[in-house]
């Protein structure tokens, strides 16, 4: 009776612990970096208009 | 004798310089003789008919072709026009988010917008052993003329965006900019979306707006669950759990549950 007790509060912990593990793991995040030269930050030019201008808009 | 001999010589030698001379034997060729330099007859007026004339006399001093450089220009030519203000600061864009989520639970995706720190560089070049170093061409720079805004929104379609509208935040030369946002997923599954960026010019004076997308990044994000246990309720178990284990499992459990058995029935 105490060895099967006993076998029995083994499997709970480990299932809790895992279960415990996976609930509080930290998540891992993903990092995507890229560098914009100023050329790209500029005033839009005003031929780029011209689809806006053209609908009206 | 002498003399008429000499006499005949003399006379022979001015008559094959008469037929060289006629024949052009003191002459190079045509095709080789370089370009005669223009002189300032041959650019005069026309005659009255129209008729270009030719020049009064052309010089013979030689013409050397120089050849032009390889090299990238290092003067802009004369019809350049300047190039459209910009902001003069190289930028660096940096997305973070997490590739997986529990079930259940919500994270944070983080979009930052901060200046590059490699500063400005001039652009060179290495042709043939030379080394040709660009000029830094001069940018109207945008902050004195207009109000820059960024703005940001985050696409994911079946997840839960919080904020979920357009994200402003003014951007000041040198500061960085950041965006937040909480997502949570509806369910398990794999969610893609985009996370857009846009700069909006305000004009000081005319107050014009205008607005280019700067970038726009694809996001996947997947909500997994353990064997259909979400995020809080495996916690909530795994808590538990642990607790009774240790219980059941403490050597002097045993006397522990006696003890508490005798004080229960002296209680009642």
């Not at chain 1, 998540?27 to 030269?37: A, K, L, M, N, T």
């Not at chain 2, 944070?108 to 560089?121: A, H, K, P, Q, S």
């Not at chain 2, 050597?251 to 058995?261: G, V």
Request: hydrophobic fraction near 40%; proline fraction near 10%; charged fraction near 15%.
């Amino acid at each position: 009776m105490r060895k099967l007790r006993l076998a029995v509060a083994v499997i709970v912990i480990l299932l809790s612990l895992a279960l415990l593990v996976w609930g509080l793991w930290p998540s891992v995040y993903q990092r995507h970096s890229i560098v914009v030269p100023p050329a790209e930050m500029s005033l839009p030019t005003p031929s780029s208009f011209e689809p806006i201008l053209r609908s009206g808009g | 004798m002498l003399r008429r001999r000499n006499v005949l010589l003399l006379l022979a030698g001015a008559a094959v310089f008469l037929t060289g001379s006629m024949c052009g034997f003191g002459s190079a060729p045509a095709n080789s003789m370089p370009p005669p330099a223009p002189t300032s007859e041959a650019f005069g007026t026309p005659s009255g008919g129209g008729v270009p004339t030719q020049a009064a006399e052309l010089t013979s001093l030689p013409v050397m072709i120089m050849p032009t450089p390889t090299a990238a220009a290092t003067t802009l030519p004369p019809q350049a026009t300047l190039p459209a203000p910009a902001i003069p600061e190289t930028r660096r864009l940096t997305l973070e988010y997490p590739p997986s989520i529990r079930s259940g639970d919500s994270d944070i995706v983080r979009l930052t917008l901060e200046v590059d720190t490699l500063g400005n560089m001039t652009p060179t070049a290495e042709t043939q052993g030379n080394v040709v170093t660009g000029q830094t061409v001069q940018i109207p720079n945008l902050y004195d003329t207009h109000n820059v805004i960024a703005e940001a929104r985050l696409d994911l379609a079946g997840v839960d965006v919080r904020p979920s509208e357009d994200v402003n935040s003014p951007l000041l030369p040198g500061q960085s900019v950041t965006f937040y946002w909480s997502v949570h997923p509806s369910g398990s599954g794999t969610f893609r979306g985009t996370a857009w960026l846009f700069l909006r010019f305000v004009d000081k004076v005319t107050k014009q707006e205008s607005r280019i997308p700067l970038s726009a990044q694809t996001i996947e994000i997947s909500s997994a669950d353990l064997l259909g246990i979400n995020g809080s309720l495996a916690r909530m178990a795994g808590g538990l759990g642990s607790v009774v284990g240790a219980v059941l499992g403490f050597p002097f459990a045993t006397d522990i549950l006696k003890w508490l058995w005798k004080r229960v029935r002296r209680g009642g």
